[in-house]
C-alpha cells in the first residue's frame, strides 16, 4: 500500500531555512515522480517543486526558484525539500505526492491533477 508521510515543518523566522522530509512506504520512491504542493488559507493548492524518476530532471515555481532545492535519497527512500531564506507568503501547509503513472519517467511536471497519492501535510509557518 503506497503511504507517504511528511515531515520537518514548522515555525522559522523570515530568512530562516527548514528541510522538510518525505518518507515513502509500499513502493520505490526512486522509481517514479515525486512533487511538492504548499496550500496557503483560502489558496488553492498550488505545485512548488518536483523530481523526475532515477536521478531526472527537477522542476521549481518561479517564486522558489533559487531558494529551495528537491533531492532524493534512494537509500532511505525519501525526498527532501530544503527551503532557504523563507519568506511569509510561503507560509501553508506542504504536501508531497507521488504519481503512480510515472515509471521511469525522467521529467515531471508539478501539477495537482497528475499526483494521485498524497501525504497528510505538514505546516510551515514563516513568521517573526
Same mark, same amino acid.
Given at each position: !500500500?503506497?503511504?507517504? /508521510?511528511?515531515?520537518?515543518?514548522?515555525? /522559522? !523566522?523570515?530568512? @530562516?531555512?527548514?528541510?522538510?522530509?518525505?518518507?515513502? =512506504?509500499?513502493?520505490?520512491? =526512486?522509481?517514479?515522480?515525486?512533487?511538492?504542493?504548499?496550500?496557503?488559507? @483560502? $489558496?488553492?493548492?498550488?505545485? /512548488?517543486?518536483?523530481?523526475?524518476?532515477?536521478? @531526472?530532471?527537477?522542476?521549481?515555481?518561479?517564486?522558489? $526558484?533559487?531558494?529551495?532545492?528537491?533531492?532524493? &535519497?534512494?537509500? $532511505?527512500?525519501?525526498?527532501?525539500?530544503?527551503?532557504?531564506?523563507? $519568506?511569509?507568503? &510561503?507560509?501553508?501547509?506542504? %504536501?508531497?505526492?507521488? &504519481?503512480?503513472?510515472?515509471?521511469?519517467?525522467?521529467?515531471?511536471?508539478?501539477?495537482?491533477?497528475?499526483? &494521485? %497519492?498524497?501525504?497528510?501535510?505538514?505546516?510551515?509557518?514563516?513568521?517573526?
Amino acid at each position: !500500500q503506497v503511504h507517504l /508521510v511528511e515531515s520537518g515543518g514548522g515555525l /522559522v !523566522q523570515p530568512g @530562516g531555512s527548514l528541510r522538510l522530509s518525505c518518507a515513502a =512506504s509500499g513502493f520505490t520512491l =526512486s522509481y517514479y515522480n515525486i512533487g511538492w504542493f504548499r496550500q496557503a488559507p @483560502g $489558496k488553492e493548492r498550488e505545485g /512548488v517543486s518536483c523530481i523526475g524518476s532515477s536521478g @531526472g530532471t527537477s522542476y521549481y515555481a518561479d517564486s522558489v $526558484k533559487g531558494r529551495f532545492t528537491i533531492s532524493r &535519497d534512494n537509500v $532511505k527512500n525519501m525526498v527532501y525539500l530544503q527551503m532557504n531564506s523563507l $519568506k511569509p507568503e &510561503d507560509t501553508a501547509v506542504y %504536501y508531497c505526492a507521488t &504519481d503512480s503513472k510515472s515509471r521511469g519517467r525522467r521529467s515531471c511536471v508539478a501539477a495537482r491533477g497528475s499526483y &494521485d %497519492y498524497w501525504g497528510q501535510g505538514t505546516q510551515v509557518t514563516v513568521s517573526s
